[in-house]
């Protein structure tokens, strides 16, 4: 299983990001998908998740309403559409494959995880 995570960088307050994440190494289409970040000091913690059709997504409340996620089974890859960005949104993300799923946003929920990409957003 590998999981690579791009797209992230350096965005003005208030501007736009789309993080990528490709998968490869196992049947994508059947497997839920998730964003985490982690930002410097601070525990990892759930951004977005979706289900593995795309019917179903989650977000955490710090993101809703200006982050979005979606993915694309015949390119194995899913997206994360961040808008809005504000500087408390500065981590390191991290995409990751659902394992045994409870809520979606439990770290136990994925089993394996991508290397992260970095989002820094200046005010």
């Known amino acids: 299983v590998q999981l690579q995570a791009s797209g992230g960088g350096l965005v003005q307050d208030g501007g736009s990001l789309r993080l990528s994440c490709a998968a490869s190494?196992?049947?994508?289409?059947?497997?839920?998908m998730g964003w985490f970040r982690q930002a410097p000091g601070k525990e990892r913690e759930f951004v977005s998740a979706?289900?593995?059709?795309?019917?179903?997504?989650y977000f955490a409340d710090s993101v809703k309403g200006r982050f979005t996620i979606s993915r694309d089974n015949a390119k194995t890859t899913v997206y994360l559409q961040m808008n809005s960005l504000k500087p408390e949104d500065r981590a390191v993300y991290y995409c990751?494959?659902?394992?045994?799923?409870?809520?979606?946003?439990?770290?136990?929920?994925?089993?394996?995880w991508g290397q992260g990409t970095e989002v820094t957003v200046s005010s």
């Open positions: 990751a494959r659902g394992g045994r799923i409870t809520t979606f946003q439990a770290i136990g929920d994925y089993n394996y």
């Open positions: 190494g196992f049947t994508f289409g059947s497997y839920s």
């Open positions: 979706i289900n593995w059709n795309g019917a179903n997504t």
